[in-house]
């Protein structure tokens, strides 16, 4: 059997694979069983690889999964390659050898399955679609089969993004709103027992503003995400946008703005003042939260940038932990609960997407530091 890739350089699996006649033949061979074309009716994704991981038939809902629609597009691919997966371009040998894929679902159940396992694995994939980051999140269900004296893995992947919104909604957005409201209510009750008290109603306003600003966040997200949003330019005072967000997510987290150290070094921006509040707030959020570990003062700066535009960046104590830092930007993946995740995710979407700018990260000796260019 002649082999490709060999002596490659792998962060995981393997990085040899068979020649491209000798796939289509088994694809040929396979295209002859009685069964495989019933595979066409069903209408979840439904591939197969052989033992280096190439593709050697799918069915049709997968080809639309791909955006291929083709079979021939599809077979001798791995499945990072025909679903254009961002890393499957970062290393040589393909799909399933980059560091990042080390942490993919999809390519641990795979590697498993070709052990002899059963195996099943959620998957965040990031893709290019027309040149446009897209997040995809998939259930692998992988099986080993043989097929004339060969290895190969047998595969369902289930789209699961609308049930993962679902129950980020359930378990994070509904349970700050009942928290809010709920505070709502509770102020209302000490109102009407003490009209007078003047001290009650800037709590009132300020609950009443954050159940706003929680619904406009995720209204915005679900737009961002179907490509619907609208972006609205408009020149804001920089020290007066920073200061009032920081004074307002300290009040609602009982901590002094003192906390954060503020510097400025230009006086407007040009740009979308809700969508930049919700990336902003986003990395106040973060640093915030590392806070409550070490009690370290952070560090938001928003200073020129020497190419044009401006450089916003916020700095806390704490690493980020090897296993998240190839994933931080995707949707759903948390250092803090299977529930979170949305923050720097959120961050990049609405930057790079709609704001024409780039984010960015690094970490290490106890530190952490996002950076947000805009132009």
């Known amino acids: 059997m002649a082999l490709i890739g060999e002596g490659l350089h792998s962060f995981f699996a393997a990085p040899e694979r068979m020649v491209p006649e000798e796939v289509k033949a088994v694809s040929l061979e396979l295209k002859k069983e009685f069964l495989i074309q019933w595979l066409d009716a069903v209408p979840t994704s439904v591939f197969v690889v052989n033992k280096y991981r190439q593709i050697v038939h799918c069915n049709q809902a997968f080809r639309n999964l791909s955006l291929k629609p083709e079979a021939e597009g599809v077979i001798g691919l791995r499945p990072g390659e025909a679903l254009n997966c961002v890393n499957s371009t970062l290393n040589e040998a393909g799909c399933g050898c980059s560091r990042e894929c080390a942490t993919c679902g999809a390519a641990q159940a795979i590697v498993k399955s070709l052990g002899g396992e059963k195996d099943c694995q959620n998957c965040r994939l990031t893709r290019l679609v027309e040149g446009v980051e897209t997040p995809l999140d998939l259930q692998v269900f992988a099986t080993p089969i043989e097929f004339r004296g060969q290895e190969f893995a047998f595969l369902f992947a289930l789209d699961i993004s609308h049930e993962l919104r679902l129950k980020y909604l359930n378990n994070l957005f509904h349970h700050g709103l009942i928290n809010t409201v709920g505070g709502i209510a509770t ?80 006086d407007l921006l040009v740009t979308d003042k809700r969508l930049l509040r919700h990336v902003v707030r986003d990395m106040l959020v973060n640093a915030l939260e590392a806070r409550e570990s070490c009690g370290e003062q952070i560090q938001l700066d928003c200073l020129a940038n020497p190419g ?65 260019t805009l132009p």
């Open 308 to 372: 044009g535009g401006v450089i916003i960046s916020m700095t806390n104590c704490g690493d980020i932990p090897g296993d998240i830092r190839t994933q931080v930007f995707k949707r759903y993946v948390s250092t803090k609960s299977r529930d979170r995740g949305l923050g720097a995710y959120v961050m990049k979407l609405l930057t790079e997407r709609y704001l024409g700018g780039a984010v960015g990260f690094s970490t290490g000796d106890g530190t952490t530091t996002f950076t947000v």
């Open 187 to 266: 102020v209302t009750e000490f109102l009407e027992d003490d009209p007078g008290d003047m001290s009650l109603y800037p709590m009132l306003a300020d609950a009443s503003r954050r159940i706003l600003r929680d619904v406009v966040y995720h209204r915005d997200l679900e737009q961002a995400e179907q490509g619907t949003l609208a972006v609205s330019k408009e020149p804001v005072n920089a020290g007066e946008f920073f200061s009032k967000l920081i004074e307002e997510e300290c009040r609602v987290r009982n901590t002094e703005p003192a906390v954060v150290d503020l510097d400025i070094c230009c």
